[in-house]
């Protein structure tokens, strides 16, 4: 079993940048593939970036050139660098992971604000 624990949210201005990172315990972290998945007021839940065992990563096409997802197995991290953040970014962001033979886990997310 997976805990994972979000952080980094808050409120920015639109053209800023926000670091969320996304912390593991309780299992080998690095045969999961992580995900972060946003949901904005009235929206439904969306894909925002994955990153594989392998670390290769993808990304939705709203956020292509403005985020980068990383992932650091020796500290049982995952991050999203955020850059270049509009108000449409607005939203709670979560962090998934998945093993296709264990399971999949969620953290609590984390609230990123973008407003003048």
């Known amino acids: 079993q997976v805990q994972l624990v979000e952080s980094g949210g808050g409120l920015v201005q639109p053209g800023g940048s926000l670091r969320l990172s996304c912390a593991a315990s309780?299992?080998?972290?690095?045969?999961?593939?992580v995900t972060w998945y946003r949901q904005g007021p009235g929206k439904q839940r969306e894909l925002v970036a994955d990153?594989?065992?392998?670390?290769?990563?993808t990304y939705a096409d709203s956020v292509k050139g403005r985020f980068t997802i990383s992932r650091d197995n020796a500290k049982n991290m995952v991050y999203l660098q955020m850059n270049s953040l509009k108000p449409e970014d607005t939203a709670v962001y979560y962090c998934?992971?998945?093993?296709?033979?264990?399971?999949?886990?969620w953290g609590q997310g984390t609230q990123v604000t973008v407003s003048s």
């Open positions: 998934n992971a998945e093993n296709r033979v264990i399971g999949a886990y």
């Open positions: 309780g299992s080998i972290f690095s045969i999961y593939t």
């Open positions: 990153i594989s065992v392998s670390g290769r990563p």
